[in-house]
């Protein structure tokens, strides 16, 4: 599914980028883009909430 409609990236190119990221300008220099209208900002963000949520309960699990 597309997320940024004006640069045509998809959720499954921005997760893989937002692995780690720290902000969302780092997600899209990862994919060699630039924000553009911003709409898909608030969304992006939310991917690399999922992401951190995903390493740390990954992390609890072997820790347990």
Known sequence: ??????????????????????????????????PKCGKCLPDVAKLIEESRDRQNGICKLAAE
């Open 1 to 34: 599914m597309y997320v940024c409609i004006c640069n045509a990236l998809r959720d499954k190119e921005l997760a893989s980028a937002s692995s780690d990221a720290r902000n969302v300008a780092e997600v899209f220099r990862r994919c060699g883009r630039r």
